[in-house]
């Protein structure tokens, strides 16, 4: 049973924008702290953005200013709008829960390059 669904990954421009969601099923949406973590090759898996079922955000200092995570409660959704984008935000990007990781999904590739 396919849990972690992310799309809307792709190629752009740097200082280009992109937006990512990320569709999951009700037990892991509901009630829980979501996030967006990303990967890129040859080094860890890491959180750049959270945000609470209430709606709380947070930020890596590297994304800081640049990202915003938002989320659908109605259509069990979050989000990751990207502006300002950077080479070094080349990366897949997963989404999953803050607190008892589910399952990965197959992630959104996102890839920064003139």
């Known amino acids: 049973q396919v849990q972690l669904v992310e799309s809307g990954g792709g190629l752009v421009q740097p200082g280009g924008s992109l937006r990512l969601s990320c569709a999951a099923s009700g037990s892991i949406f509901r009630g829980n702290s979501l996030g967006w973590f990303r990967q890129a090759p040859g080094e860890r898996r890491a959180l750049v953005a959270s945000i609470t079922s209430d709606g709380v955000t947070d930020y890596a200092d590297s994304v800081k200013g640049r990202f915003t995570v938002s989320r659908d409660n109605a259509k069990n959704t979050i989000y990751l709008q990207m502006s300002s984008l950077k080479p070094e935000d080349t990366a897949v990007y997963y989404c999953?829960?803050?607190?008892?990781?589910?399952?990965w999904g197959q992630g959104a590739q996102v890839t920064v390059s003139s």
């Open positions: 999953n829960k803050i607190y008892g990781l589910a399952d």
